[in-house]
Each structure stands twice: as structure tokens, then as C-alpha cells.
């Protein structure tokens, strides 16, 4: 019985050292070959051990060798014609769609118009970093958009009109000619008058019929001043300097204090044809 034991023992550890040698003895040709990135395994490559590692093979960049982007204006086209060229492709969608809507008139119609919407997109955001770098370029420096700005805008715009107006009235005064059955002149004489108290205008008021107004209760009738004058309209207000023989008109009809106020501060502090935004520069350093 015990040499039964011994034997079955023996080609017990013989089959284990046989599945260990089979294990053990590979192609050491093969030991360090390294298998497809994609393909390798642990278990079926436990003869490298643990701390084995294999370079990955190398792949090429697929965009590498890709064409880059068309340089503006490839074409060689002349811009114009490129852009007309746009144009009517955009129109003939759309008066397809419009005249036939079919179903692929419609849908190409809409394909167009992303293409202009997506053209659009990019004009603008190019046209807004451009500005953000270049300040001359930048019209919120000459009229925020923002209420913060807006404020600070309007405060500095209102204080220069104010001193500019003090300075005008030390030499210059108003013409108010109204009428009787003007209910307009009636209406604006209170507001002519605050004006004229606030920055210190004098006012003249003249009746063109004979009648009065009660806020100017030493208004004169003048025909031969009115008949030179010639208004066309009541009420009729002008900017005099009698020392210069200087007669301006500034308002027909019925207008609003900020109106007359703007009228006489372009008339004496802003060039002709120079944009009321830019009197005052925000943010500028000159």
C-alpha cells in the first residue's frame, strides 16, 4: 500500500514540474516582443512581470497631414462679386420658398439663411473683439450703453450745459413772441420763464396781436420788431445780442426745456455737423 502511495506521488510531481517547465520555457525571442496596444493582456503575459512595460507603437496624428484652413479670399474672387454672389443666392432661395413652398424649396431656404445667420454670428463676434482692443473704435467711450455710464454721461453733459448757459446769458437774451389764442404759448411761457431765471437769461416777451400773458406781465407789442422778424409760427423763440446785432432762431412751436436748452448749447459750443454724443468723452485721457 505504501508503495502504491510513493508511486502515485511521484507522477504527481512529475506532472507539475512538466505544466511548470511548459509554463516557463517560451521563446525568449518572444519575451520581450511587444504586442498590438490594443491587444495585450495580463494574463497572457505574465512572464514579463510585474513592473514590465512595453513603448505603445507610435500613432500618427490623423490631423496632422490634414489641409489647414482656406486663407481669406483663397478663391482669388473679388470680394463685391463674392458677396453679390451671396446675395442673390439668398434671394432666389427665399423667392422660392415664397412663390413655390415646397417642402425642398422651404428646406433650402432655411439652409441658406443658417449659412447667413452663422456669417452673421462670426462678423459680429470678430467686430466685438476688435473693438475690445482698440479703444479708438469703441463708441461706448463716446456714449455709454450701461446705466452706470449713462449716468455719469448725462451728469457731465448736464453740468457743462449749465455753465455754458450762464456764460451765453451774460451777453445774450431771449425773443418770445406769443398770441392771444395761442394755447401753446400760454402752455410754454412758465417753462421760458424758469429757464430764463435759472441761468440768468433776460426775456423780452412780445405779443403779435396786442394781447398779454401773464407771466410776463410787462410784455411789449412790437409790429415793426415782429414784422422783421417774420415768425412763422407762435410760439417763436430767438437768441439776441443786441450789442452784435446778433438774431438767431432757436424753436417754432411748442418744445420742451431740454429741447431748447440743446438747441442753444449746439449753437454756441458744438461745431456744425459734430454728433451731440461726442461733446462729452468718457474715459478719455486727452
Not at 443666392?89 to 443658417?114: F, S
Not at 450745459?161 to 392771444?180: P, Q, S, V
Request: glycine share 4%.
Amino acid at each position: 500500500m505504501k508503495s502504491i502511495i510513493l508511486i502515485i506521488l511521484a507522477l504527481s510531481t512529475f506532472n507539475v514540474t512538466a505544466a511548470v517547465k511548459e509554463t516557463v520555457d517560451v521563446d525568449e525571442s518572444k519575451v520581450h516582443e511587444a504586442a498590438p496596444v490594443e491587444k495585450q493582456d495580463w494574463f497572457n503575459h505574465q512572464h514579463d512581470g510585474w513592473f514590465s512595460y512595453i513603448d505603445p507603437e507610435l500613432v500618427e496624428d490623423p490631423d496632422k497631414n490634414a489641409k489647414a484652413m482656406p486663407s481669406i479670399n483663397e478663391s482669388g474672387k473679388d470680394p463685391l462679386v463674392e458677396l453679390k454672389e451671396l446675395q442673390e443666392k439668398v434671394e432666389r432661395a427665399k423667392a422660392l420658398a415664397v412663390l413655390h413652398p415646397t417642402k425642398d424649396h422651404v428646406y433650402e431656404w432655411i439652409k441658406v439663411n443658417r449659412e447667413l445667420l452663422d456669417r452673421s454670428a462670426v462678423f459680429s463676434d470678430v467686430a466685438q473683439r476688435t473693438v475690445w482692443q482698440h479703444p479708438e473704435l469703441d463708441y461706448s467711450l463716446d456714449r455709454p450703453a450701461n446705466p452706470m455710464g449713462m449716468k455719469v454721461w448725462a451728469d457731465d453733459y448736464n453740468a457743462a450745459k449749465a455753465k455754458a448757459f450762464r456764460e451765453i446769458a451774460e451777453d445774450h437774451g431771449l425773443f418770445f413772441i406769443f398770441t392771444a389764442g395761442c394755447k401753446y404759448c400760454h402752455a410754454m411761457a412758465p417753462y421760458i420763464k424758469r429757464f430764463a431765471d435759472t441761468y440768468g437769461f433776460s426775456v423780452v416777451a412780445m405779443s403779435a396781436d396786442g394781447s398779454g400773458i401773464a407771466e410776463f406781465p410787462n410784455s411789449r407789442y412790437e409790429p415793426e420788431v415782429i414784422k422783421r422778424l417774420n415768425p412763422k409760427a407762435v410760439p417763436a423763440i430767438y437768441l439776441v445780442n443786441p450789442k452784435d446785432d446778433f438774431v438767431e432762431p432757436i424753436a417754432f412751436g411748442a418744445i420742451s426745456l431740454k429741447q431748447l436748452g440743446d438747441r442753444i448749447y449746439r449753437l454756441f459750443r458744438i461745431p456744425s455737423g459734430q454728433p451731440m454724443h461726442k461733446v462729452v468723452r468718457v474715459g478719455s485721457f486727452q
